[in-house]
């Protein structure tokens, strides 16, 4: 089984670099299995990329404004992606994840909730970050309970 990770965000935006930040800490676990893109803030320009390796699943990680504790963790699912802030992106997630939907079976949200949009990664997101990439090498990223 194939899997395509993006990591969305902006490296200099505080708690927004929390995706280009997993991306740096899983760019050695790369195989043929998964790939590991760095799509910073602009997702829509690796579609061609993720049509081309036929994933069976689809991995998005994002900083996004859930209105929960910073740092935690939540698979959003697609019906309320619309209503949630997502970091600065150049078209909606919505409509990037329904674009990939009629090539991709399976595709999951990953959203970590930021504490500041401003300066460095707050320790509590980075800490948040680093445990959602052990579960991604131990496969576990399912346990990752719903919004």
């Known amino acids: 089984m194939k899997t395509v990770l993006i990591c969305i965000g902006n490296p200099d935006g505080g708690d927004d670099a929390i995706g280009p930040y997993i991306a740096e800490q899983l760019q050695t676990m790369q195989t043929k299995d998964l790939i590991v893109l760095n799509a910073e803030t602009v997702p829509e320009n690796f579609t061609g990329v993720i049509k081309q390796h036929q994933p069976d699943h689809l991995i998005i990680i994002d900083a996004v404004d859930m209105g929960l504790q910073p ?30 939907e009629q090539y991709i079976p399976l595709i999951l949200f990953m959203g970590i909730q930021p504490k500041t949009m401003m300066g460095n990664i707050n320790a509590i997101v980075k800490k948040s970050g680093d445990q959602l990439v052990n579960r991604i090498k131990n496969n576990d990223y399912r346990s990752v309970p719903f919004l």
């Open 71 to 100: 740092g935690e963790i939540r698979i959003i699912p697609k019906e309320k992606i619309g209503s949630m802030h997502i970091s600065t992106h150049g078209i909606p997630l919505s409509v990037f994840i329904n674009y990939l």
